[in-house]
DNA sequence: GACCAGGCACATC
DNA sequence: GATGTGCATGGT
């Protein structure tokens, strides 16, 4: 186990036993479900407020046209990203966001995302979050998963499990749910990524809006 | 057929 | 700062 740091008991506590509970109960998630950088980085844009199965078809397009890589995705004229695209809903907006994820990738990094893997994570999310169409979970995705950040992700999941579990207000800002995790945890690129991924696991299977608590690992409810 | 999905930008108050 | 709206496909 390699949550040790404290700075409020209670909390620690709690988010220990949940991440704790969901290991036991599922095991390592193996997240991102894409293969390399450049793959995870678009999957984090096409998943905006999608269903994940939606996001593989518009991937598997990308593949198909082999145009999955930084150079030929740019090169692809504004329309026929978007025709690609098409399965992940929004395509019109999703591919200027990714056509903008771009334009800064090559304005800054020569188009190569090892090179900006080299970069300070506090610039690069500042950075990421100055593009139009990359809120603090599309840049924290990117952090965390495609570059290997110690960035904990907030999303619809992980609100809905601590805000359920009376550990926040459900109402509370994304900076403050983040915060639990980064002031109570280590900072570790491992345990983030997989305490993540369970949360959403767990959200999806039990933790829905309108809860399933049978059976649920967490079984508070 | 309604509801939901790993958000975000923008307008308005 | 809080609230409302457009964006869109496909699964359950």
Redesign the pocket.
């Known amino acids: 186990m390699t949550i040790t740091k404290q700075a409020s008991p209670q909390i620690n506590l709690a988010l220990t036993a949940i991440y704790e509970k969901l290991y036991a109960f599922y095991g390592p998630q193996h ?3 894409g293969d390399t950088p450049f793959e995870i980085t678009v ?2 844009i096409l ?8 996001v593989e ?1 518009a991937i598997d397009n990308l593949k198909v046209h082999r145009v999955l890589n930084a150079r030929a995705l740019y090169e692809l004229p504004l329309e026929k990203l978007a025709a690609l695209l ?9 591919a200027k966001r990714v056509r903008a994820f771009l334009d800064f990738i090559f304005g800054k990094y020569g188009g190569s995302v090892g090179r900006m893997k080299k970069e300070e994570t506090r610039i690069l999310r500042k950075d990421f ?1 100055a ?9 924290d ?1 990117i952090l965390l ?1 495609a570059l290997e950040k110690p960035v904990f ?1 907030i ?3 992980t609100k809905r499990v601590l805000s359920r579990h009376n550990i926040i207000d459900v ?1 509370a ?1 994304y900076e403050q749910y983040q915060n639990l995790f980064h002031h109570e945890l280590d900072e570790d690129v491992h345990l983030f990524n997989e305490y993540h991924a369970l949360l ?1 696991r767990v ?2 299977d039990y933790c ?3 809860p399933r608590c049978e059976g649920c690992p967490l079984s508070v409810h």
Do not use: C, F, H, M
């Open positions: 997240w991102w479900p999957g984090a998943t905006q407020n999608t269903n994940w199965v939606n078809k098409r399965p992940s809903g929004y395509y019109n907006i999703k979050l593009i139009n169409g990359i809120g603090q979970e599309t840049a995705s998963y992700v999303d619809a999941y109402n800002r959403v959200g999806k829905r809006p309108k």
